[in-house]
């Protein structure tokens, strides 16, 4: 598969959503299939900074930047403050993925395909960031103790008095909440996910999810956007930031599974350059 590319599995509804409304969800990232990803990266970092404040790792940081590193990390832990969070939208750097079908595409499914710089482009022109989830532990600790040091300086030359604890508390929440996104456990390796992380202030809408009335925001794909100078087949798109590549997923009848995502595309005037059938037989997708 070509490492150029990006893809986000879906529904038939949630694929008629993208096309129709060029508008991807974005969720806030507490209410994902793997609610404990923001707590995983959370944790580590409450670890790392548990063992530098021990003497347990050489630092120079002030002892009430500890505290309140450790004080915000349990807020966000502990559910007490929901006011700071990230929303996300999940790629995967594979087009065809067992473990990806079954999580979001039901009885069928597409993974729809973007060129990685159209969504880096994209996903600055829209204030948000897109990037690659780090696995191995090791690069994760190495990354959290960029963090915190990042963390630390940005804090530094503010003053010791009672509104210190508040701001400091704000900026580290800040922080956690546009690196955390990046931590995933390692037993979800195989996926190659990338995200795109919206961490300002949009529109909060609501739909009904696995856990419950979940939080999401829009995150736009329409052309309004400039448009990325990237010289391949996918530059001469009408629209440049709509997907122009579709895997059909496994399920009972591929044929008319692809006649209706071809159909889908030309009836909103939408271009639909390349399409691939999943390998994987429908009788996998049955646990």
């Given at each position: 598969m070509n490492k150029d590319l990006l893809f986000h599995y879906t529904s038939p509804d949630g694929a008629i959503g993208i096309i129709k409304n060029e508008?991807?969800?974005?969720?806030?990232?507490?209410?994902?299939?793997d609610s404990e990803e923001f707590i995983h990266g959370c944790k580590l970092v409450k670890e790392i900074a548990a063992k530098i404040k021990s003497g347990e790792i050489d630092h120079g940081f002030?002892?009430?930047?500890?505290?309140?590193?450790?004080?915000?990390?349990?807020?966000?832990v502990g559910g007490r403050d929901s006011?700071?969070?990230?929303?996300?939208?999940s790629f995967s750097g594979q087009n065809d993925s067992l473990n990806q079908w079954r999580?979001?595409?039901?009885?069928?499914?597409?993974?729809?395909?973007?060129n990685i710089d159209m969504l880096r482009r994209l996903a600055k022109f829209r204030g948000a960031k897109l990037v690659k989830?780090?696995?191995?532990?090791?690069?994760?600790?190495?990354?959290?103790?960029?963090?915190?040091?990042?963390?630390?300086?940005?804090?530094?030359?503010?003053?010791?008095?009672?509104?210190?604890?508040?701001?400091s508390s704000y900026v580290i929440k800040y922080i956690l909440q546009r690196f955390m996104p990046r931590l995933k456990n390692i037993a979800f390796m195989d996926e190659q996910e990338w995200r795109i992380v919206i961490t300002r202030d949009e529109p909060i809408k609501f739909r009904s999810g696995r856990l419950g009335?979940?939080?999401?925001?829009?995150?736009?794909?329409?052309?309004?956007a400039p448009k990325p100078e990237i010289n391949n087949i996918f530059s001469k798109h009408e629209n440049t930031y709509m997907p122009s590549i579709v895997t059909i997923g496994p399920c009972e009848n591929q044929r008319l599974a692809t006649i209706?995502?071809?159909?889908l595309f030309s009836g909103t005037g939408k271009l639909l350059f390349k399409k691939n059938l999943?390998?994987?037989?429908?009788r996998h997708m049955r646990k």
């Amino acid at each position: 598969m070509n490492k150029d590319l990006l893809f986000h599995y879906t529904s038939p509804d949630g694929a008629i959503g993208i096309i129709k409304n060029e508008c991807l969800w974005a969720t806030d990232i507490r209410f994902l299939n793997d609610s404990e990803e923001f707590i995983h990266g959370c944790k580590l970092v409450k670890e790392i900074a548990a063992k530098i404040k021990s003497g347990e790792i050489d630092h120079g940081f002030n002892e009430n930047f500890l505290e309140y590193l450790l004080s915000a990390i349990d807020s966000l832990v502990g559910g007490r403050d929901s006011s700071v969070t990230a929303y996300v939208i999940s790629f995967s750097g594979q087009n065809d993925s067992l473990n990806q079908w079954r999580a979001y595409s039901g009885d069928s499914g597409y993974a729809l395909g973007w060129n990685i710089d159209m969504l880096r482009r994209l996903a600055k022109f829209r204030g948000a960031k897109l990037v690659k989830c780090i696995y191995e532990e090791d690069e994760q600790r190495k990354f959290v103790r960029r963090i915190i040091k990042l963390v630390a300086h940005k804090i530094k030359n503010m003053e010791d008095d009672m509104w210190k604890g508040c701001i400091s508390s704000y900026v580290i929440k800040y922080i956690l909440q546009r690196f955390m996104p990046r931590l995933k456990n390692i037993a979800f390796m195989d996926e190659q996910e990338w995200r795109i992380v919206i961490t300002r202030d949009e529109p909060i809408k609501f739909r009904s999810g696995r856990l419950g009335i979940t939080p999401y925001v829009d995150f736009p794909i329409s052309n309004d956007a400039p448009k990325p100078e990237i010289n391949n087949i996918f530059s001469k798109h009408e629209n440049t930031y709509m997907p122009s590549i579709v895997t059909i997923g496994p399920c009972e009848n591929q044929r008319l599974a692809t006649i209706g995502i071809e159909q889908l595309f030309s009836g909103t005037g939408k271009l639909l350059f390349k399409k691939n059938l999943s390998t994987i037989p429908y009788r996998h997708m049955r646990k």
